[in-house]
């Protein structure tokens, strides 16, 4: 098993961390396979429906055929759900919240814990709980200003955006200028219309293109 800096190294390095759910198990695997087609190896599935659980293993299972694949689970909000799903399998855990039992839970399991915060607040309490990367969530929210006025406080913390991030050219240099290291990306990545299409070459074309995107972005930190 990967130890939890690997997996932040290796996360960082994609720098884009595709997220999704859909109630379909079949539908769930064709969009894992098109994301690892296109060179992509962390995906976070999202518990977000009560398919979740059952996907999660279909996902799990699929992806013992993916070498290299690191399949994390997000939308947790409580220890019972991170409990559940490292009991599947999960490589790592994203919250949209900072919650320090969820942090607890993910340690004694020797796993990576990503919360979600939005405050400097919730950043420092990530902080004291373990964290060195939190998820700035929701970021369309905040704004890149957030991040350059915060960084400063958090020497070491590094950051990850998600919620309303564009596959855009400059989109993406506006956070990587601001400070990020990484970005999260669903609906805007992952679109409806290819997904329920089940178009593989088309979420492949769109990953990649987001790939070059944030890979050229990240030129832009500082
Ligand atoms: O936690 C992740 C966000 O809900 C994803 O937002 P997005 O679909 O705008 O990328």
């Not at 994609?14 to 859909?22: D, E, R």
Request: proline letters at 5%; hydrophobic letters at 50%.
């Amino acid at each position: 098993m990967f130890t939890k800096q690997a997996h932040i190294d290796g996360l960082l390095e994609q720098k884009l961390l595709p997220l999704f759910y859909h109630d379909s198990a079949d539908t769930s695997v064709l969009v894992l396979e098109a994301l690892y087609g296109a060179g992509i190896r962390y995906v976070e599935y999202t518990n977000r429906g009560a398919a979740a659980p059952a996907n999660f293993g279909v996902l799990r299972a699929a992806a013992s055929h993916m070498p290299g694949l690191q399949l994390g689970i997000g939308t947790i909000k409580n220890p019972q759900q991170a409990e559940q799903y490292l009991a599947f399998g999960a490589d790592f855990i994203i919250c949209p919240s900072m919650n320090a039992e969820v942090a607890a839970v993910a340690a004694a399991a020797g796993r990576l814990w990503i919360p979600g915060c939005m405050t400097p607040t919730e950043i420092a309490a990530a902080e004291n709980a373990g964290a060195t990367l939190v998820k700035i969530f929701p970021g369309n929210i905040l704004g890149p200003g957030f991040i350059s006025a915060v960084k400063d406080l958090f020497p070491g913390m590094r950051f990850l955006v998600t919620g309303g991030v564009e596959a855009e050219a400059e989109n993406l240099a506006s956070w990587f200028r601001a400070g990020v290291s990484g970005v999260g990306m669903g609906s805007k990545l992952l679109t409806k219309a290819l997904v329920e299409a089940g178009d593989v070459k088309g979420l492949m074309a769109a990953t990649g293109h987001a790939l070059a995107l944030v890979q050229e972005g990240q030129h832009a930190q500082i």
